[in-house]
């Protein structure tokens, strides 16, 4: 199954959300602070990382940031679970749009949504990933064409 990098210094929180993603088959790692779970995400490339916003060391806008700006990482599907949207009248898509994020989820959370939103953003993960891979191969198998095989109404003059 997937690898997921939950991070947030609520230990409670990071056990409950491993605790739901174990449900479904998932592998959990857990980072309690920005830095821990930057140097976590560098070492092991999960699949998919969640993150709380305010946390010691690094906050999750920073980790947020520098994940975006870091190109062999910039596409990781990210997901931000706050309780800063509960407190706010913004609707959680204004908070992953303005975060560069994938998706947000407000604290607390309906675990089902949690789940819900999880599978999407593997999913679509694999997708994208699987049309660049039949996308690199087209152009590879193409770029193979000998041209001397190309008919000569085919070349231009």
Same mark, same amino acid.
């Given at each position: 199954m997937s690898l997921i990098l939950v991070i *947030? *210094? +609520?230990f409670e929180i990071v056990e409950f959300i491993k605790a739901i993603l174990k449900t479904k088959g998932h592998n959990v790692i857990c980072a309690y602070d920005g +830095? *821990?779970?930057?140097?976590m995400l560098m070492r092991e490339r999960p #699949?998919? !990382?969640i993150v709380d916003l305010r946390m010691p060391k690094m906050s999750g806008l920073e980790f947020c940031r /520098? !994940? /975006?700006q870091t190109p062999e990482i910039a596409t990781m599907p990210l997901m931000v679970i706050s309780s800063l949207g509960a407190v706010s009248d913004k609707p959680e898509s204004f908070w992953a749009a303005g975060? /560069? @994020? #994938?998706d947000f989820l407000s604290k607390p959370f309906d675990p089902l949504a949690l789940l819900g939103r999880v599978e999407h953003l593997l999913r679509r993960k694999l997708y994208m990933s699987e049309n660049q891979h039949a996308q690199e191969f087209e152009q590879s198998q193409a770029a193979e064409v %000998? @041209? +001397? /095989?190309? %008919?000569e109404d085919w070349k231009q003059n």
């Open positions: *947030d *210094d +609520e +830095e *821990d779970g930057w140097n #699949d998919l !990382v /520098r !994940v /975006r975060l /560069r @994020v #994938d %000998p @041209v +001397e /095989r190309i %008919p």
